[in-house]
């Protein structure tokens, strides 16, 4: 796919009754804080079960498009849909249970400090006033999902970077989500620990197949996440044989503020566009 | 060029009182509309009332004591010593009793809402209570304002209280003055619209710095400088909005009960 062109070809290509079932999809969107704008003429979609994976170098506005995504951020004009609903003009008020179908995943976790692990995954459940029974069965059932029972009665502070952004997918995952954000998932974390959580969001892709936007600069976490699948009877992640990628898993790339890619991996390293080129090498 | 910077200073600061309105009146409002969480109410009461508590009887005490000891060196120049009582109890009353109570709960409580907003701003917390569907102004500010209200006015009965007593305490055992003539004179002497100054007065302060807390708290940036930058601002526009309400809330309240005096 032609990179300059990505945006036109977006809306061109797609079907209309994929556009209309997408999960998440943005039309012409442009934001601009005091000055230049930081994001311009955003088009993309998210269908179901699709994992889009949003790379670029930081500062160029993957973590404001993510906001963007559900309402945590305005655009100063353009569209936004949010599963079918116009989010862009919404009012505060209106987008919390909107919210709610999403989960997000923050850079550095944003656990609550005074809350105890168990009480941060179940946030929103104790807002439901759900029973505390279910509750912590949830809770358990979730932080099982991504290995750390024993964390339950812990506070954040006694955790480490890797496990805060652990807990904070637990916390994202627990209302089975219908569509998840994860803004750099394993930024400032060693590659051990990197891997760990690449591998949590490729189980939870072949899992659950919840659609999902992933913002990251790495493009290992890229590759990871395309050239991988989670074996159920093993219980790991495992490479897929030579040559094939995950179909589902697709890019899109950002340069000051404009989308210069959206492809699949195959299309990514074929790409002749130079800065693509540069982000590769 | 100048006019320029007048111009855009201006702007900004029309701007930023536009916004504390604006946040103030939703913060407010979100009373009147569930969910209401109370639990918050009671927690914050406990932090803001009965925290603060020790600050205001202290403050209290030693400037109802200030009072008996420069008023009776003046007041016996006139041969009016026996007044003390009756000076100290409405000046505490009316006005040092909701004023230095208001400024001592803003440099502990404004403060500390700046900070742990603002802290929560810059780690992402306050946008992942959003993400997880939970207004934080309904969550986090309500409860603060209207706690802080309803302590503020009961922590200033307690300065006012302890006010007289430092000045009862002085005035016996340092000025060497009838105890019974003192709290009588202060007693006597009191009137309704006394009492009702120095009881609206703290509805208004109380709003006031929990309002400014909450509102530098919730628009920090700039990491934790940006925190520390929003803590100053609170505590500093919150007592001098004191001070400067206090002035015309005084003015408007001499008027009404004009009558009465």
Redesign the interface.
């Known amino acids: 796919m032609d990179v300059n062109t990505a945006h036109d070809e977006l809306g061109q290509n797609r079907p209309p009754d994929e556009e209309g079932g997408a999960v998440l999809a943005f039309r012409e969107v442009y934001i601009a804080f005091d000055g230049p704008a930081v994001l311009h003429n955003i088009n993309f979609s998210v269908a179901p079960g699709e994992t889009r994976v949003l790379l670029g170098p930081a500062g160029v506005g993957k973590s404001v498009l993510l906001k963007l995504a559900n309402g945590l951020l305005r655009p100063t004009h353009g569209s936004i849909q949010l599963f079918g609903e116009e989010i862009s003009d919404k009012p505060e008020e209106e987008m919390f249970p909107l919210r709610t179908r999403t989960g997000m995943v923050f850079q550095e976790g944003a656990l609550f400090d005074s809350l105890t692990v168990r009480d941060n995954v179940a946030y929103q459940l104790i807002q439901e006033r759900v029973p505390d029974e279910e509750i912590d069965r949830r809770v358990r059932d979730a932080l099982r999902f991504v290995e750390l029972e024993e964390t339950f009665d812990l506070y954040p502070a006694s955790l480490s970077g890797g496990m805060r952004r652990r807990v904070a997918i637990a916390r994202a995952l627990i209302r089975q989500p219908e569509l998840l954000l994860y803004d750099s998932p394993t930024g400032g974390l060693d590659p051990v620990t990197s891997t760990t959580i690449i591998e949590l969001i490729v189980k939870e892709r072949d899992v659950y197949h919840t659609p999902s936007l992933l913002v990251t600069h790495r493009l290992q976490d890229a590759f990871a996440l395309s050239n991988n699948r989670f074996d159920p009877e093993l219980g790991r992640m495992v490479p897929l044989p030579k040559g094939q990628t995950d179909p589902n898993t697709t890019f899109l790339m950002l340069e000051e503020g404009k989308m210069i890619f959206d492809g699949s991996l195959h299309e990514l390293v074929r790409s002749e566009n130079p800065f693509v080129q540069e982000f590769l090498e | 060029m100048a006019i320029d910077r007048i111009d855009r200073t201006a702007k900004s600061l029309v701007l930023i009182v536009q916004d504390y309105t604006l946040f103030s009146l939703r913060a407010v409002s979100n009373i009147f509309r569930p ?1 209401v969480y109370w639990p918050e109410f009671l927690l914050q009461s406990d932090i803001i009332g009965f925290g603060s508590l020790s600050i205001v009887v202290l403050s209290g005490l030693s400037t109802g004591g200030v009072l008996a000891l420069q008023s009776a060196s003046t007041l016996s120049e006139f041969g009016a010593a026996a007044v003390t009582g009756q000076f100290v109890s409405i000046t505490m009353i009316r006005e040092l009793g909701p004023v230095l109570t208001g400024i001592m709960v803003a440099g502990r409580n404004a403060s500390s809402m700046a900070s742990e907003l603002g802290s929560m701003v810059v ?3 306050i ?9 934080p102004v309904r969550k986090l500010v309500t409860p603060r304002i209207f706690s802080t209200i309803a302590m503020l006015f009961f922590l200033v009965i307690v300065a006012d209280a302890c006010g007289i007593l430092g000045g009862g305490l002085v005035t016996v055992f340092m000025n060497n003055q009838d105890g019974t003539q003192y709290f009588a004179m202060a007693w006597e002497h009191l009137r309704f619209p006394d009492i009702v100054q120095g009881l609206v007065k703290p509805l208004f302060f109380g709003y006031i710095l929990s309002t400014i807390g909450c509102f530098y708290g919730m628009r920090t940036s700039g990491g934790t400088q940006g925190v520390g930058r929003s803590t100053i601002q609170a505590v500093v526009w919150a007592s001098v909005t004191i001070i400067f309400v206090d002035f015309f809330l005084t003015q408007i309240m001499l008027t009404l009960f004009s009558g009465w005096m």
């Open positions: 969910p780690t992402e917390q946008d992942a209570m959003r993400a997880l569907g939970v207004d």
